[in-house]
């Protein structure tokens, strides 16, 4: 079995900063790339940021020069650290991993359950 586990949502006023991390657990043999998503209410999922495996980043548009994704791979991890949110940054937001897992040859999609990141205006 492979999870992946989000903490580090929360509330928090406009212009604060919030760390997400997503840790991968359970028969991983490798972890190509991981990335975050969110969902608003009433909106379909969006990409936020993702990350190769060897450090490569990508971000939509309106999180550039605000949010951070890094990854520690000895942990398994992903994180997102984020600065000056904003109202519209509010969702539920989602971990994504491609995983190899022991005893397979090939990668799947692994999503963790949400966490909630609401901003005040």
């Known amino acids: 079995q492979v999870q992946l586990v989000e903490s580090g949502g929360g509330l928090v006023q406009a212009g604060g900063s919030l760390r997400l991390s997503c840790a991968a657990s359970?028969?991983?043999?490798?972890?190509?790339?991981m990335g975050w998503y969110r969902q608003a209410p009433g909106e379909q999922r969006e990409l936020v940021a993702t990350?190769?495996?060897?450090?490569?980043?990508n971000y939509t548009d309106s999180v550039k020069g605000r949010f951070t994704i890094s990854r520690d791979n000895a942990k398994n991890t992903v994180y997102l650290q984020m600065n000056s949110l904003k109202p519209e940054d509010t969702a539920v937001y989602y971990c994504?991993?491609?995983?190899?897992?022991?005893?397979?040859?090939?990668?799947?999609?692994?999503w963790g359950q949400g966490t909630q990141v609401t901003v005040s205006s």
């Open positions: 994504n991993a491609q995983i190899l897992r022991i005893g397979s040859v090939t990668y799947r999609d692994y």
């Open positions: 359970g028969i991983i043999r490798r972890i190509n790339a």
């Open positions: 990350i190769t495996s060897s450090g490569s980043t």
